[in-house]
């Protein structure tokens, strides 16, 4: 899985947010995985918009129009890594763990592709831990 590609996802979003530009749009390049953690994020509010730019025939690129509280100058996207390449943590439905209480996301890979930990439960289906986002 390239977990990798998640992570530069995440990082590009948080780098514009410490920024302080006042332009919020990051572009990334369109393949499966980044248009399924694009569909989480705007899923949960974490992305205001999202449009769809045609470099070539092959290449496309996402450009994101990020969405922010901004409270006492403080980031208001965070995200932590829980899957390394060499540990990768597994969790089954009934044990998948709740980001400060409810109020943030975990993203896990399950067999069913990528999804949040409220989907994973109403499924019942477990997999691996990505990440946690608040």
């Known amino acids: 899985m390239g977990k990798d590609i998640i992570y530069k996802i995440l990082t590009s979003i948080r780098n514009v947010d410490e920024n302080k530009t006042k332009i919020k749009i990051v572009k990334i390049a369109s393949t499966n995985i980044t248009n399924n953690i694009i569909r989480i994020l705007l899923q949960e509010g974490f992305i205001k918009d999202v449009r769809i730019n045609h470099i070539s ?78």
Do not use: H
């Open 57 to 134: 025939n092959k290449i496309k690129l996402l450009v994101l129009t990020l969405r922010y509280k901004m409270k006492n100058n403080k980031k208001t996207i965070n995200f932590k890594k829980k899957s390394f390449t060499g540990l990768q943590i597994y969790s089954n439905y009934k044990k998948i763990p709740r980001v400060l209480g409810g109020i943030g996301i975990l993203i896990l890979s399950t067999s069913l592709g990528l999804m949040t930990d409220k989907e994973a439960k109403r499924k019942r289906i477990g997999g691996e831990v990505l990440c946690y986002i608040w």
